[in-house]
């Protein structure tokens, strides 16, 4: 419990807790977090490694969100925001005193559960980040790159000029997904980005994902247990408690998606991946 | 079973099953007389535009010419004549207070509704700006002639426009606050996951996806003010001159506009100048009917 009072150390301490060797990228250890009085997180500790795809399963209001959102500190953009724990990205101390959040998000990028593209071109909204980071090289070869990467570049290829908008669901996802890696992240945090697809646009994003791994490490909040199991490496799974009368999301049990699945070590993770509730 | 005996089941206890209009039956009629009310209302509301715009064509038309809009207005008995010099005040007057109000106004919005939209200052700027909206307009040229004009000792375009702005501005700020809140939070959320400050997310993100509405608005108030007579009265007042002398502007003087000057010469007892009037107020609606419709294109090709 040496790194309860995390908050104020933000480098000296986190070189001895976070041990870069295994190739751990994000150690996140959050004790509480609240918005405002109201306890939402406790008692999680997840690691998430590189080139991997870890996910987070959970019934809903189990905090699975909230455990990614405070990777990258998104979760400062709510009122009443509070985090006890620390989160190190590689090494370092996100919620560090000197840590800029907005120079946090530009290293670990994210993709939402609604698809939304800015109201721009497609060129444009791949484009965006670089800008935003003043990338001085050849755009027109990182956006076709990052749309590649996306798995959207053969559909688009020919109306990049188009309105990001005009692109189907699934498409505008991908679109998404390439707006995110066109400034190369190093991981990519992914918050139910399938649950507003089709099962088509859903497997495609899917074999994405699996595809990504080689250059990204990846981090993928899902309501659904088939997708993980389809695309997790480990798997985090989470649970709600509401004995104190709050309904307080905390980490029951993580490791390989097969041993999570097959063999879990808690009685309340076999019940929920047997389906037993949801 | 046969479809007649199928129907018979249906109806059970009822007499029979009759489908034929029936015009006096209670409920048609009300209906039909609701529906024509209706109708009579939409045309009477139509009424006023329409004739309006029929008698300024009528009456103002006939005395539009190349002439009205690049000679100075008559004196007395002079014949001809027209109100170049007012055309040309009105779109000075409103560019100064477009000039004040519309950055004043949009960075205002942007507090409203992304910097602090729950501080004390949000709340009291957003109360003023909502009252400032009935505000009599009379009373912003009162407030222009007390700050400016005794301040710098004469009517002037400037001032003019200041009273215009004040006007102006609550129409612009509640607009485009709404403007910049109706962008979905979801893109909000990817400008920050983007790494963008708050700063950046204004510029790149809220602005100009909020900026079909934005523009409705400064388009509204700019029409608007283009009309206010009351506002200029006072602090524009009028003149006979062109706002140029020798190529250089002269705008601490007293300044001409078109509202003013249909004010001026529809109450003189000389038909020339009756006849400028309405010219002149044809040529006021259609300036501000083009400018609803600009604003209108330009918002429906961006959304």
Same mark, same amino acid.
């Given at each position: 419990?040496?790194?309860?009072?995390?908050?104020?150390?933000?480098?000296?301490?986190?070189?001895?807790?976070?041990?870069?060797?295994?190739?751990?990228?994000?150690?996140?250890?959050?004790?509480?977090?609240?918005?405002?009085?109201?306890?939402?997180?406790?008692?999680?500790?997840?690691?998430?490694?590189?080139?991997?795809?870890?996910?987070?399963?959970?019934?809903?209001?189990?905090?699975?969100?909230?455990?990614?959102?405070?990777?990258?500190?998104?979760?400062?953009?709510?009122?009443?925001?509070?985090?006890?724990?620390?989160?190190?990205?590689?090494?370092?101390?996100?919620?560090?005193?000197?840590?800029?959040?907005?120079?946090?998000?530009?290293?670990?990028?994210?993709?939402?559960?609604?698809?939304?593209?800015?109201?721009?071109?497609?060129?444009?909204?791949?484009?965006?980040?670089?800008?935003?980071?003043?990338?001085?090289?050849?755009?027109?070869?990182?956006?076709?790159?990052?749309?590649?990467?996306?798995?959207?570049?053969?559909?688009?290829?020919?109306?990049?000029?188009?309105?990001?908008?005009?692109?189907?669901?699934?498409?505008?996802?991908?679109?998404?997904?390439?707006?995110?890696?066109?400034?190369?992240?190093?991981?990519?945090?992914?918050?139910?980005?399938?649950?507003?697809?089709?099962?088509?646009?859903?497997?495609?994003?899917?074999?994405?994902?699996?595809?990504?791994?080689?250059?990204?490490?990846?981090?993928?909040?899902?309501?659904?247990?088939?997708?993980?199991?389809?695309?997790?490496?480990?798997?985090?799974?989470?649970?709600?408690?509401?004995?104190?009368?709050?309904?307080?999301?905390?980490?029951?049990?993580?490791?390989?998606?097969?041993?999570?699945?097959?063999?879990?070590?808690?009685?309340?993770?076999?019940?929920?991946?047997?389906?037993?509730?949801? | 079973?046969?479809?007649?005996?199928?129907?018979?089941?249906?109806?059970?206890?009822?007499?029979?099953?009759?489908?034929?209009?029936?015009?006096?039956?209670?409920?048609?009629?009300?209906?039909?007389?609701?529906?024509?009310?209706?109708?009579?209302?939409?045309?009477?509301?139509?009424?006023?535009?329409?004739?309006?715009?029929?008698?300024?064509?009528?009456?103002?038309?006939?005395?539009?010419?190349?002439?009205?809009?690049?000679?100075?207005?008559?004196?007395?008995?002079?014949?001809?004549?027209?109100?170049?010099?007012?055309?040309?005040?009105?779109? &000075? %007057? @409103?560019?100064?207070? /477009?000039?004040? =109000?519309? !950055?004043? $106004?949009?960075? +205002?919005?942007?507090? *409203?509704?992304?910097?602090?939209?729950?501080?004390?200052?949000?709340?009291?700027?957003?109360?003023?700006?909502?009252?400032?909206?009935?505000?009599?307009?009379?009373?912003?040229?009162?407030?222009?002639?007390? &700050? %400016? @004009?005794?301040?710098? /000792?004469?009517? =002037?375009? !400037?001032? $003019?426009?200041? +009273?215009?702005?004040? *006007?102006?501005?609550?129409?612009?700020?509640?607009?485009?606050?709404?403007?910049?809140?109706?962008?979905?939070?979801?893109?909000?959320?990817?400008?920050?996951?983007?790494?963008?400050?708050?700063?950046?997310? &204004?510029?790149?993100?809220?602005?100009?996806?909020?900026?079909?509405?934005?523009?409705?608005?400064?388009?509204?108030?700019?029409?608007?003010?283009?009309?206010?007579?009351?506002?200029?009265?006072?602090?524009?007042?009028?003149?006979?001159?062109?706002?140029?002398?020798?190529?250089?502007?002269?705008?601490?003087?007293?300044?001409?506009?078109?509202?003013?000057?249909?004010?001026?010469?529809?109450?003189?007892?000389?038909?020339?100048?009756?006849?400028?009037?309405?010219?002149?107020?044809?040529?006021?609606?259609?300036?501000?009917?083009?400018?609803?419709?600009?604003?209108?294109?330009?918002?429906?090709?961006?959304?």
């Amino acid at each position: 419990m040496t790194t309860a009072t995390m908050p104020g150390s933000p480098r000296g301490t986190s070189e001895t807790a976070a041990p870069k060797s295994n190739g751990v990228v994000i150690d996140c250890k959050l004790d509480q977090i609240y918005y405002g009085s109201f306890l939402a997180v406790r008692d999680s500790h997840v690691q998430i490694e590189k080139g991997k795809i870890t996910g987070f399963i959970g019934p809903s209001g189990c905090g699975k969100s909230t455990v990614l959102r405070s990777l990258n500190r998104m979760n400062d953009l709510i009122r009443g925001f509070r985090l006890e724990g620390h989160v190190h990205f590689h090494g370092q101390n996100v919620y560090g005193r000197n840590v800029d959040p907005v120079a946090v998000r530009r290293y670990i990028g994210m993709v939402f559960q609604q698809p939304n593209p800015f109201s721009m071109s497609i060129f444009d909204n791949v484009a965006f980040g670089l800008r935003l980071n003043r990338f001085k090289g050849a755009m027109a070869e990182r956006v076709e790159q990052a749309l590649r990467r996306a798995a959207l570049w053969d559909e688009v290829k020919d109306k990049l000029k188009n309105s990001g908008l005009s692109l189907s669901g699934g498409q505008q996802q991908r679109l998404c997904i390439a707006r995110a890696v066109a400034t190369e992240p190093s991981v990519l945090l992914m918050d139910e980005p399938c649950s507003a697809l089709d099962p088509i646009a859903t497997r495609r994003i899917e074999e994405l994902m699996i595809q990504l791994k080689q250059n990204y490490t990846i981090a993928i909040v899902t309501h659904n247990m088939q997708q993980a199991q389809r695309v997790a490496d480990t798997t985090a799974f989470f649970s709600v408690d509401i004995s104190q009368g709050n309904r307080t999301g905390y980490l029951v049990e993580s490791g390989p998606t097969r041993e999570v699945f097959e063999s879990p070590r808690e009685q309340l993770t076999k019940e929920y991946v047997s389906g037993q509730f949801s | 079973m046969s479809a007649r005996e199928h129907v018979a089941v249906m109806t059970g206890e009822l007499p029979s099953t009759r489908l034929d209009r029936s015009t006096f039956e209670p409920r048609a009629l009300r209906s039909f007389l609701l529906t024509l009310g209706a109708w009579g209302a939409a045309i009477i509301a139509g009424v006023p535009l329409v004739s309006v715009l029929w008698m300024l064509i009528v009456r103002g038309g006939s005395r539009l010419s190349w002439e009205v809009f690049v000679a100075l207005p008559p004196a007395g008995f002079e014949m001809g004549g027209g109100f170049g010099n007012a055309l040309l005040g009105t779109v &000075v %007057v @409103v560019g100064i207070a /477009g000039l004040i =109000s519309i !950055p004043i $106004g949009v960075l +205002a919005a942007v507090f *409203l509704a992304e910097l602090g939209p729950d501080r004390r200052l949000a709340q009291a700027a957003r109360f003023a700006t909502k009252t400032l909206t009935g505000m009599p307009s009379i009373l912003a040229g009162v407030f222009a002639y007390a &700050v %400016v @004009v005794l301040l710098t /000792g004469t009517y =002037s375009a !400037p001032a $003019g426009g200041i +009273a215009l702005a004040v *006007l102006m501005l609550p129409t612009v700020v509640l607009t485009a606050e709404e403007a910049i809140k109706a962008v979905p939070k979801v893109t909000r959320d990817a400008a920050f996951g983007m790494g963008c400050t708050r700063t950046q997310v &204004v510029w790149k993100v809220l602005l100009p996806t909020g900026m079909p509405g934005i523009l409705t608005g400064v388009m509204l108030a700019v029409a608007r003010a283009a009309g206010e007579t009351a506002p200029l009265l006072f602090t524009a007042l009028f003149s006979s001159y062109w706002l140029f002398e020798g190529g250089q502007p002269r705008l601490m003087q007293p300044t001409a506009t078109l509202a003013v000057l249909i004010y001026n010469f529809s109450g003189m007892p000389f038909e020339n100048q009756i006849e400028l009037a309405w010219a002149a107020s044809l040529v006021l609606v259609l300036m501000v009917l083009i400018i609803n419709v600009v604003s209108r294109l330009i918002s429906q090709r961006r959304a």
